[in-house]
């Protein structure tokens, strides 16, 4: 009697600890964490709804997404940690890491302490023209009106890489500045101009000149010299699509330029909070398309990327390494990404 008294006692002790411990660790987890993302009804803003409703439904902590221009308006608002997460592509990501272009004024030229958590989507882009305009391919656009000037530099950069996928340059076309990648497409329907500059596949303006004049994708030149010439401009890598009701624009099978999108942290966000949010992501990647099946590629063997350009979080790192995803050649990598910035 008296053991199973003491084994009672025993069990009561270990279940108090226990539970003690785990009120203490949900103690130091913060209520909530915000996402900075590009305006409502972008693509980035999709990703960012995404992650804050894994975050939201799968962990004690509460994800929000926070619309704004661009990582140009958020990133100071992750390096004083009023935000601690957000989405961008992979150019700025680098050049925020890096403190360069835009960003090296904007941080100080020391470039923003951020790290990268998941690599998510790649986003596919091209430039759009109206269907009887008789410019199929990119070399077609020389002399012809091609918006551009875009406040954004990864923008600008994507649209020069394009001119350069067709062997021009900005002396050989005609340019139209615009302020958004809608309204390049919105010149084009207004026929103010011939070529949007850049748009991404999938997004609502194009189903609008689709609707009134009809939309045509132009498609990448894949070969080996034309490649090289492209990513002078912007880094990313050709992905062959088709024709399909998401891709409104893309007659035929061709490649689009693909880019890959970002989900980081702050490099202060504590690791266990990073390693919560993303086991929580990895765990319940088939809830992405429930926020748009533009998502749906959106799948845990994209989280690690070989092709990396700003180190990775310790508490991402963790989790991966448990899920054996983390390999040697990924830590060579983190070590030459931190490399890359000697201040950090």
């Known amino acids: 009697m ?12 270990v279940t108090i600890i226990f539970w003690g411990h785990a009120a203490m660790a949900a103690e130091k987890l913060p209520s909530t964490v915000s996402i900075g993302t590009h305006p409502v009804g972008s ?3 999709l990703v960012g ?4 409703k894994g975050i939201s439904d799968h962990t004690q902590i509460r994800g929000i997404p926070k619309p704004m221009t661009g990582p140009t308006a958020w990133l100071p608002y992750m390096e004083r940690g009023d935000m601690e997460l957000g989405v961008l592509n992979v150019w700025d990501a680098e050049k925020g890491y890096l403190g360069e272009s835009v960003y090296e004024k904007l941080s100080g030229k020391k470039g923003f302490s951020i790290r990268l958590l998941a690599v998510t989507v790649p986003n596919l882009g091209g430039s759009v023209v109206a269907k009887d305009s008789g410019i199929f391919n990119y070399s077609d656009l020389k002399g012809k009106r091609v918006c551009g000037n875009f406040p954004t530099p990864s923008l600008q950069a994507q649209v020069e890489a394009f001119l350069a996928n067709g062997n021009l340059e900005w002396k050989d076309v ?9 309204e390049g497409v919105k010149m084009v329907m207004d026929g103010r101009a011939d070529a949007s500059g850049t748009t991404a596949l999938g997004t609502g303006i194009v189903e609008e000149l689709h609707a009134k004049k009809g939309a045509r994708f132009l ?3 894949i070969s080996p010299q034309a490649l090289e010439r492209t990513r002078k401009f912007h880094p990313g890598y050709p992905y062959k699509v088709k024709p399909d009701q998401k891709y409104t624009g893309v007659e035929k099978e061709q490649y689009a330029w693909a880019y890959d999108i970002y989900l980081i942290v702050g490099e202060q966000v504590p690791d266990d909070v990073i390693y919560i949010i993303t086991e929580a992501l990895w765990e319940n990647y088939k809830d992405f398309d429930k926020v748009s099946q533009l998502l749906k590629d959106w799948t845990p063997d994209r989280f690690v990327s070989k092709e990396a350009v ?4 310790p508490g991402a790192i963790k989790f991966y390494k448990e899920k054996g995803v983390w390999s040697k050649e990924m830590e060579a990598i983190q070590k030459k990404t931190l490399s890359n910035k000697k201040r950090d």
């Open 2 to 13: 008296m053991r199973k008294i003491i084994f009672s006692l025993f069990l009561s002790l």
């Open 43 to 45: 693509f980035f803003n």
């Open 49 to 52: 709804t995404a992650a804050a």
């Open 174 to 182: 005609i340019p139209v500045p615009v302020n958004s990648v809608v």
């Open 219 to 221: 498609g990448v030149d």
């Open 310 to 313: 700003i180190p990775y979080h």
